[in-house]
T-cell receptor, first 111, second 116 residues
Framework: DAKTTQPPSMDCAEGRAANLPCNHS???????VYWYRQIHSQGPQYIIH???NNETNEMASLIITEDRKSSTLILPHATLRDTAVYYC????????????FGKGITLSVRP | KAGVTQTPRYLIKTRGQQVTLSCSPI?????VSWYQQTPGQGLQFLFE???????NKGNFPGRFSGRQFSNSRSEMNVSTLELGDSALYLC???????????????FGPGTRLTVL
């Protein structure tokens, strides 16, 4: 699976949009971009995933660049409860099911 | 639909003992994966089970083992515990799709193991 690069941390004000970047320059054509988040000491929570089109669900939006080498997770109206570590993961669609987690990005939402 | 459940949530053992952790997947999910999370190594894949068979294995010693039952529930076992086995152990379940592919993994709350 391709590696991902995320900045170690970022913060945003409550109520504002949080834009979390991720680079995956070696992504292959059959690899999806997944986002999970982990609130302190809890299990990772699935947020969203996509292949090449932008995706939106009730939690967030995922914007993938046309060349697929980077993506941005957007939390439209961040709340204090969105403070967590966010993991961007690239995962192939083959039989190998494992997720390879990096260090993620720590998002701090300030009041 | 109920999520992934793991028992127990917290566990304290001493070096040399063994431990068994349990995971019940989301109803209908037949693939179960296990991960270990430590401050130093982060989240690492242990193994995956599907149809009662181990399908994929991470880079962990043989002291770490698992199994899956016919109802898709899974257990993992760690024998001869070491201090470094103190970690959050996470279970994730997913559907198995055509061609052996797995769908999105959903995680349980984890079991916090402390080895003294």
């Amino acid at each position: 699976d391709a590696k991902t690069t995320q900045p170690p941390s970022m913060d945003c004000a409550e109520g504002r949009a949080a834009n979390l970047p991720c680079n995956h320059s070696t992504i292959s054509g059959n690899e999806y971009v997944y986002w999970y988040r982990q609130i302190h000491s809890q299990g990772p929570q699935y947020i969203i995933h996509g292949l090449k089109n932008n995706e939106t669900n009730e939690m967030a939006s995922l914007i993938i660049t046309e060349d697929r080498k980077s993506s941005t997770l957007i939390l439209p109206h961040a709340t204090l409860r969105d403070t967590a570590v966010y993991y961007c993961i690239v995962r192939a669609t083959g039989a190998n099911s494992k997720l390879t987690f990096g260090k993620g990005i720590t998002l701090s939402v300030r009041p | 639909k109920a999520g992934v459940t793991q028992t127990p949530r917290y566990l304290i053992k001493t070096r040399g003992q063994q431990v068994t952790l349990s995971c019940s997947p989301i109803s209908g999910h037949r693939s179960v994966s296990w991960y270990q999370q430590t401050p130093g190594q982060g989240l690492q894949f242990l193994f995956e089970y599907f149809s009662e068979t181990q399908r994929n294995k991470g880079n962990f010693p043989g002291r770490f083992s698992g199994r899956q039952f016919s109802n898709s529930r899974s257990e993992m076992n760690v024998s001869t515990l070491e201090l470094g086995d103190s970690a959050l152990y996470l279970c994730a379940s997913s559907l198995r799709l055509a061609g052996g592919r797995t769908d999105t993994q959903y995680f349980g709350p984890g079991t916090r193991l402390t080895v003294l």
